[in-house]
């Protein structure tokens, strides 16, 4: 038990699909990150929210877009995306932006 | 974020041996962190270092933040197949509340 739950686990869709990426704190954290993870590659930060806003976008195509509706929520949008988009999704929180992160299990996406 | 130069990039040791591993960065950093992580899973911190000099222990795990505080290693002791897994370097740059990362050292533990 990590206090960072993501759902789902795997998600394969096709480039037309539209789906949602959730992840859920139970940490009493005020950031959330999203956080794309290739092989071979360090992770590469993609959204920050602190206390529900965004601060941060870290040059993300559009077909990716995140809704914070609370610290404790964070989702990721996906929809028209690319074979390139195959990844896991990390989900992290910490207490302040400059504070540790704790990371969810990721999301395994698959782009057919 | 700024990247981080990790060592070795992968690591194939017998049970019982010691593993070190850096992480080096050319401007300075305010923390170092260290994960773990495990196939199917996420990172999992391990230590956290906030000062030059410190030096953190977490059971078989050591480790030192870099007196020039652009470097940080990690130590495994008396390894077990249980440490297999990739080890991540991360840190806040002075200028920076985002984390930085480093590729990953992969550990290969033979029995």
């Known amino acids: 038990e990590t206090g960072v739950t993501q759902t789902p686990r795997h998600l394969v869709m096709g480039m037309t699909n539209k789906k949602s990426l959730k992840c859920e704190q139970h940490?009493?954290?005020?950031?959330m990150y999203w956080y794309k993870q290739s092989a071979k590659k360090p992770l590469e930060l993609m959204f920050v929210?602190?206390?529900?806003?965004?601060?941060e976008n870290n040059s993300v195509p559009s077909r990716f877009s995140p809704e914070c509706p609370n610290s404790s929520h964070l989702f990721l949008h996906l929809h028209t995306l690319q074979p390139e988009d195959s990844a896991l999704y990390l989900c992290?929180?910490?207490?302040?932006?400059?504070?540790?992160?704790?990371f969810g299990d990721g999301t395994r996406l698959s782009i057919l | 974020g700024q990247q981080l130069n990790q060592s070795p990039q992968s690591m194939f040791i017998q049970e019982g041996e010691d593993v070190s591993m850096n992480c080096t960065s050319s401007?300075?950093?305010?923390?170092w962190l260290w994960y773990k992580q495990e196939p199917g899973e996420g990172p999992v911190l391990l230590i956290a270092?906030?000062?030059?000099?410190e030096l953190t222990s977490n059971g078989r795990l050591t480790a030192q933040f870099g007196i020039t505080r652009k470097d940080s290693f990690l130590n495994i002791s008396a390894s077990i197949p249980s440490d297999v897994g990739i080890y991540f370097c991360?840190?806040?740059?002075?200028?920076?509340?985002?984390?930085?990362f480093g590729a990953g050292t992969t550990v290969t533990v033979r029995a």
């Open positions: 401007s300075i950093f305010n923390t």
């Open positions: 940490l009493g954290h005020n950031a």
């Open positions: 992290a929180s910490s207490q302040d932006r400059g504070q540790p992160q704790h």
């Open positions: 270092l906030y000062k030059a000099g």
């Open positions: 991360a840190g806040h740059p002075s200028n920076d509340y985002k984390l930085s």
């Open positions: 929210y602190n206390f529900k806003e965004q601060t």
